[in-house]
């Protein structure tokens, strides 16, 4: 049967990836044909405009979107991105492998995500609180805690969930802190949330380590990207006494194969706002930096970093998918036939954010908050029990890693859509 959906909301080279990754799966597992469109395509798509009054007086129009991929298994659950380059294709992409890792790792939500077309840089403070307030207020019949529920992603933060928090809360008239995760401690916030989805990822790295029999203190780790995650992830690593020779940012790399001082990096950052002129470690561009020789490669940026071109000059022993989508399925093809690079997949490297973002989510509901301890000690339950599924589900059939997650979290939603019948 040929797709049902065609259509110019499609047309996008991440969506056309995603969905090529679903297919794959989808064929692998057998699945019906009367399901997977339902499957595959996002339930709803809302895209607005955004009027906001910039600093010197003109009024600016932005476009902003949400996808909701499914809510078959719950209200859905996704970040919001601000970033130049964001389309609406990008982030059904996006949601769509929200709906895999949600179903993946066990959490009673479909995928979710949203975006707006905005460089945030080159907002003020101002203006980026009214953009974002704005955003909240045109998402408003769609959003809800029952509903579809917001999380930070590239270019947002704690501020900006809080911001959007009180416009949700100001307009149903209480207080609802359940509306967005991601949020500061004092505002409902989650111990844990912010290092979770880098907390996360190193504890995979580690745990994989351990199964190749490469002692985590001789580890080095390239990074790219030194946002919530790159940085986390950073952090985490240096924890385990691994050694991080490479992080980046949009500005460019920076190496150093003695081993970055992270803390020192983390600083200027804070101060710099760019890793550019950090003393300490020579600079390298980002694609020197996926290049580089290390046991583990982290790419914790931006989609289709890892491609046709560089994948067969990688470095790596274990490529650990901290963003989402960094890996063409040409790429994919060709890490594959060379059998010597084990990989991390997206939807299980990064689910630390989620899971976590659920715990504040529960949090907020039940207004009982748990210590950090508690966090990440079930944070690391959750991970453990998802990574044994994925690498029995690969061993069972012979997949791959990425086809392993994949088909296990897509056959969950297939299964809950089929049961529950045609609306969902
Ligand atoms: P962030 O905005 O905090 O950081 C992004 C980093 O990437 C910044 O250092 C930025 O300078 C860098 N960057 C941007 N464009 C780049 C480019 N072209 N080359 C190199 N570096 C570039 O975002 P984040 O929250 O850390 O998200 C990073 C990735 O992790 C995204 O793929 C996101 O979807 C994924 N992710 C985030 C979370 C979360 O909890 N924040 C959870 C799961 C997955």
């Known amino acids: 049967m040929a797709n049902s959906v065609v259509s110019e909301l499609n047309n996008s080279e991440v969506f056309r990836m995603a969905c090529r990754q679903f297919d794959q799966a989808a064929d692998a ?31 600016h129009v932005f476009e902003g979107y949400r996808v909701q991929h499914s809510l078959s298994t719950g209200p859905s659950k996704g970040g919001i ?14 949601a769509m ?11 009673p939500y479909g995928g979710a995500k949203g975006g707006i077309v905005v460089n945030p840089r080159t907002l003020s403070l101002r203006e980026l609180e009214s953009l974002s307030r704005r955003y909240m207020q045109e998402m408003i019949n769609i959003l809800g805690p029952q509903v579809d529920i ?33 949020k500061p401690l004092s505002l409902g916030g989650s111990q844990g949330r912010r290092e979770a989805t880098g907390v996360g990822v190193a504890y995979l790295i580690k745990k994989y380590l351990a199964d190749m029999k490469i002692p985590i203190t001789q580890a080095t780790v390239a990074i790219q ?13 240096v924890g385990y006494g691994a050694k991080v020779i490479a992080v980046s940012d949009y500005t460019g790399a920076v190496y150093n194969p003695a081993g970055i001082d992270i803390p020192k990096a983390l600083a200027y950052v804070q101060y710099n706002k760019v890793l550019t002129d950090f003393e300490g470690a020579e600079p390298i561009t980002n694609e020197q930096l996926l290049e580089l020789p290390c046991t583990v ?15 067969p000059k990688l470095k790596c022993r274990l490529l650990a998918e901290a963003a989402n989508g960094p890996t063409t399925n040409e790429a994919d093809k060709v890490i594959e036939a060379r059998g010597d690079i084990e990989l991390i997949p997206d939807v299980l490297c990064n ?20 210590d950090r301890d508690e966090v990440i000690t079930k944070l690391f339950t959750i991970l453990d029990r998802a990574k044994a599924a994925v690498d029995a589900q690969k061993e069972k059939f012979q997949f791959n890693r990425r086809l392993a997650a994949l088909t296990l979290g897509i056959s969950r939603v297939a299964e809950a859509k089929q049961k529950r019948g045609l609306f969902p």
């Open 97 to 107: 492998w929200m709906s895999w890792k949600c179903s993946l790792v066990g959490l």
């Open 351 to 370: 689910s630390g954010g989620v899971i976590v973002s659920y715990f504040e989510w529960l949090q907020n509901l039940q207004q009982y908050y748990w």
């Open 297 to 311: 490669l982290v790419p914790a940026a931006l989609e289709r970093v890892v491609n046709a071109d560089n994948a």
């Open 150 to 182: 917001a999380a930070p992603d590239v270019g947002t933060n704690e501020q900006v969930m809080a911001w959007m928090m009180d416009t949700y809360s100001n307009h149903v008239g209480h207080v609802e802190p359940a509306i967005v995760t991601g």
């Open 225 to 237: 990207g030194f946002g919530n995650v790159g940085s986390e992830t950073a952090v985490a690593m």
């Open 29 to 59: 597992i057998n699945l019906p044909e009367a399901i997977r469109d339902r499957t595959k395509y996002p339930r709803r798509r809302q895209a607005v405009s955004l009027p906001i009054r910039r600093d010197d007086g003109r009024i």
């Open 81 to 94: 991105r601000f970033h130049e380059s964001v389309t609406i294709g990008e982030v059904a992409a996006l």
